[in-house]
């Protein structure tokens, strides 16, 4: 599992998290921890996305590198600075599953409304329900 850097700014009691190394991919909460607990969300489905549209992942900096960069002296100003840990998604595997098919019609008019395909919405789903059970 390889770690990826945030920063944590707070602004009249609101958290917002970043990542350097992923730009556009933000998050908040009330609290410091809860937006680290959302921004690791964020930064997964960022990732899932990236991998979906076919883009280049980047390769994680150290602090050492981004402390090299005026940009990130810039952004860390007045940030906590924290380092989650990151899971890269793997290569996407072909499976062969059955499903009841009445669930199968629902999965495929919500993957439709919510404008994914049925194996991204299934993963979506599945990413989910396995965070709650942590």
């Known amino acids: 599992m390889a770690t ?3 920063l944590i700014h707070e602004e009249d009691g ?6 350097p190394d992923f730009p556009g991919c933000i998050s908040g909460g009330a609290t410091a921890e809860e937006a680290l607990r959302k921004g690791a969300l964020a930064l997964s489905f960022h990732v899932a996305g990236m991998v979906e549209d076919g883009e280049t992942l ?3 900096r150290t602090l050492r590198q981004l402390q090299a960069s005026a940009s990130f002296r810039a952004d860390a100003k007045g940030a906590v600075i924290a380092l989650l840990p990151f899971d890269p998604p793997g290569k996407a595997v072909r499976l062969n599953i059955s499903l009841e098919e009445r669930l199968l019609e629902q999965v495929d008019r919500a993957a439709e ?3 994914q395909s ?3 919405f299934l993963s979506e789903a599945a990413r989910a329900k396995l965070q709650g059970a942590a």
């Open 4 to 6: 990826v850097y945030a």
């Open 113 to 115: 409304a919510a404008g």
């Open 14 to 19: 609101v958290f917002g998290i970043s990542f």
């Open 118 to 120: 049925r194996s991204a």
């Open 58 to 60: 980047p390769v994680p």
